[in-house]
């Protein structure tokens, strides 16, 4: 059964920047679609970053392009999110996700996802 552990979230001031990461283990093959993903309170989950295993595609949320950086690090069992820019607006839970699923058909789609991670806390104050 994978595994996915997130870690590096915290607290900052607006303007600041995060590193997230996502380490995978207990997987011979994590999935062809692996993204990032947010949920605030009172919202529903949504999706900030997918990245495409197959031929390194990255896919970002209008609200965080410019901003944010997703990337496959470390022999490829680690997703990290590189955040900068930080806004009031990005407070939430970020959680890490893969999924079989190509990202073609909808990197963002929820559902298409068969691993989670427990979340990492980001916090942006203004």
């Known amino acids: 059964q994978m595994e996915l552990v997130e870690s590096g979230g915290g607290s900052v001031q607006a303007g600041g920047s995060l590193r997230l990461s996502c380490v995978a283990s207990?997987?011979?093959?994590?999935?062809?679609?692996l993204g990032w993903f947010r949920q605030a309170p009172g919202k529903e989950r949504e999706g900030v970053a997918g990245?495409?295993?197959?031929?390194?595609?990255?896919y970002y949320a209008d609200s965080v392009t410019g901003r944010f950086t997703i990337s496959q690090d470390n022999g490829r069992n680690t997703l990290s999110l590189q955040m900068s820019s930080l806004k009031p607006e990005d407070t939430a839970m970020y959680y890490c996700?893969?999924?079989?699923?190509?990202?073609?058909?909808?990197?963002?789609?929820?559902?298409?996802?068969?691993?989670w991670g427990q979340g990492t806390q980001v916090t942006v104050s203004s």
């Open positions: 996700a893969a999924s079989p699923r190509y990202c073609s058909d909808g990197w963002d789609l929820i559902d298409a996802y068969n691993y």
């Open positions: 207990g997987f011979t093959y994590v999935g062809h679609c």
């Open positions: 990245f495409n295993t197959i031929n390194g595609r990255t």
